[in-house]
Antibody
Framework: QLQMEESGPGLVKPSETLSLTCTVSGVSISSSSYYWGWIRQPPGKGLEWIGSIYYSGTTYYKPSLKSRVTISVDTSKNQFSLRLSSVTAADTAVYYC????????????????WGQGALVTVSS | QSALTQPRSVSGSPGQSVTISCAGTSSDVGGYNYVSWYQQHPGKAPKLMIYDVTKRPSGVPDRFSGSKSGNTASLTISGLQAEDETDYYCCSYAGRYTWVFGGGTKVTVL
């Protein structure tokens, strides 16, 4: 059974860089035909897709966040990571990792597997 | 890439039906048959309820159904139950491997 778990600091200072890692178990990132993504949810607000990565390193980002976001993958550890630079209070949110677009022949255009979420607070 | 538009809340009595709308554009909802719906209980991760506009994953009750007309998708909950009271989010593929979510709708069972 596929499981995903986010990890990283829960508190980040304004102007610094937020870093989170998602560890995937139950399936190998490098042998699956899926992108792996990050989604966030500010307290009391809706979901926002941030970006995704394929095991080859190909990435896609939400245009409005592209200048501050970097997603990377470490297939040896079956992990992928998020870095968001120059954070402000508006970046305070629960950050979820999720299995993103499936690119096999039939295509899978939905998020079936999610981590439990990690709350990151931006505050001095 | 603007968020999809959902009503902030809908309500219904037990046994009734409620419908949640999800308005987008021809670049997302109207352009692809890849709308999905998620149920989210407080403090929990979202759960997939509908995908590809109308399909239900295994284990999701058939009380939940999806549809689409033009640039607007809808989720209908028939035979509303107390356990259905929570938040629901729509999501649409927006092309070039990107996604857009709705702002969420709180369903209240009266």
């Amino acid at each position: 059974q596929l499981q995903m778990e986010e990890s990283g600091p829960g508190l980040v200072k304004p102007s610094e860089t937020l870093s989170l890692t998602c560890t995937v178990s139950g399936v190998s990132i490098s042998s699956s035909s899926y992108y792996w993504g990050w989604i966030r949810q500010p307290p009391g607000k809706g979901l926002e897709w941030i970006g995704s990565i394929y095991y080859s390193g190909t990435t896609y980002y939400k245009p409005s966040l592209k200048s501050r976001v970097t997603i990377s993958v470490d297939t040896s550890k079956n992990q992928f990571s998020l870095r968001l630079s120059s954070v402000t209070a508006a970046d305070t949110a629960v950050y979820y990792c999720a299995r993103d677009l499936g690119v096999a022949a039939s295509g899978e255009y939905y998020f079936e597997y999610w981590g439990q979420g990690a709350l990151v607070t931006v505050s001095s | 890439q603007s968020a999809l538009t959902q009503p902030r809340s809908v309500s219904g009595s037990p046994g009734q039906s409620v419908t949640i709308s999800c308005a987008g554009t021809s670049s997302d909802v109207g352009g692809y048959n890849y709308v999905s719906w998620y149920q989210q209980h407080p403090g929990k991760a979202p759960k997939l309820m509908i995908y590809d506009v109308t399909k239900r994953p295994s284990g999701v009750p058939d009380r939940f159904s999806g549809s689409k007309s033009g640039n607007t998708a809808s989720l209908t909950i028939s035979g509303l139950q107390a356990e259905d009271e929570t938040d629901y989010y729509c999501c649409s593929y927006a092309g070039r491997y990107t996604w857009v979510f709705g702002g969420g709708t709180k369903v209240t069972v009266l």
